[in-house]
């Protein structure tokens, strides 16, 4: 008072920690959500999104595993944009993520899944979560199988993600670590029992002077889809979902419709009989089958 040096100021404080940016500190999910491990194989148009989603969530550690580069056709459905064009998908998000929530762990894994899971079990690299999210056939028996070893301790958590031709449905299905496997209801040619829409003709199209196909939808179609998945998972790393899951994401008839679809009879049973709506977010049972060639042949009499 009695110096001449500056008068004080009062400077405000502002937090950037994790439970304050998850919650301002009156959301006890962000402390539990903070010490989980989730891999997340495929960050395309689903996987991208749904990192994002777990990340705004509170998930403290992420590791985003994809092979694959983006291209500029990539750009209208994905986190990222043209500008990251030629860069590896999983590394861009990674990037792109912890600059966004630095006190997370985000990692971008440069892989195609299998040798990513294979170094997983051989280091018994543990996740409270593994999601599949490349609609890969292959992969996801491979991880299936992973999920069934005895010897795969780090596995006994996973989630399953595909979207339907036009992303007029999406499905995502949890396996807990109790009876059944993913198999159980799906054909050996990889086709799922339950569909919510048909077709009569090709859903794929051909990229113009290119060998490539692709499946014509936008952001908007597939963002529900995205949101049902993450959605699944959080409640997984909650523990409010502790048996095997399915939950199902439907868009409303007429757009089934527009896009040459009809809704199968199988949908029709499960939705009920509500006129010209047949959009739900449904949550069902995903129980062994006894006769499932892969976890319930050996109980068959």
């Not at 396996?175 to 159980?184: A, E, P, R, V, Y």
Request: charged share 20%; with cysteine; net charge negative.
């Amino acid at each position: 008072y009695l110096n001449s040096a500056p008068a004080p100021h009062r400077l405000k404080v502002k937090r950037a920690d994790s439970d304050w940016i998850h919650g301002r500190d009156a959301d006890p999910k962000a402390q539990l959500l903070a010490q989980k491990k989730v891999a997340i194989i495929g960050i395309g148009s689903v996987g991208s999104f749904v990192a994002e989603l777990l990340a705004a969530s509170g998930v403290g550690s992420l590791t985003l595993v994809d092979n694959e580069t983006l291209t500029f056709a990539n750009a209208s459905r994905h986190l990222l944009g043209v500008n990251s064009e030629g860069m590896y998908k999983s590394q861009g998000v990674a990037e792109l993520l912890q600059k966004r929530f630095p006190h997370h762990s985000i990692t971008g894994v440069v892989s195609d899944g299998q040798p990513f899971l294979h170094e997983s079990a051989a280091h018994n690299r543990s996740y409270d979560l593994i999601l599949s999210l490349t609609e890969d056939w292959e992969l996801d028996c491979f991880l299936n199988d992973q999920y069934l070893s005895p010897l795969s301790a780090s596995f006994k958590r996973v989630v399953f993600g595909w979207t339907e031709p036009h992303a007029v449905a999406g499905h995502a299905v949890l396996l807990t670590g109790g009876n059944g496997c993913l198999l159980c209801h799906f054909q050996e040619d990889g086709l799922p029992n339950l569909k919510i829409a048909k077709w009569t003709q090709e859903t794929m199209l051909s990229e113009p002077a290119c060998g490539g196909t692709f499946q014509p939808y936008g952001p908007i179609e597939i963002m529900a889809i995205n949101s049902m998945i993450a959605s699944l998972a959080i409640d997984s790393l909650l523990g409010k979902a502790s048996s095997n899951l399915h939950r199902i994401y439907v868009s409303d008839e007429a757009r089934i419709h527009e896009t040459g679809g009809e809704v199968t009879s199988e949908w029709r049973s499960l939705r009920g009989t509500v006129p010209g709506d047949v959009s739900a977010v449904l949550s069902l049972a995903w129980p062994k089958e006894p006769r499932c060639t892969h976890c319930g042949v050996s109980n068959v009499a």
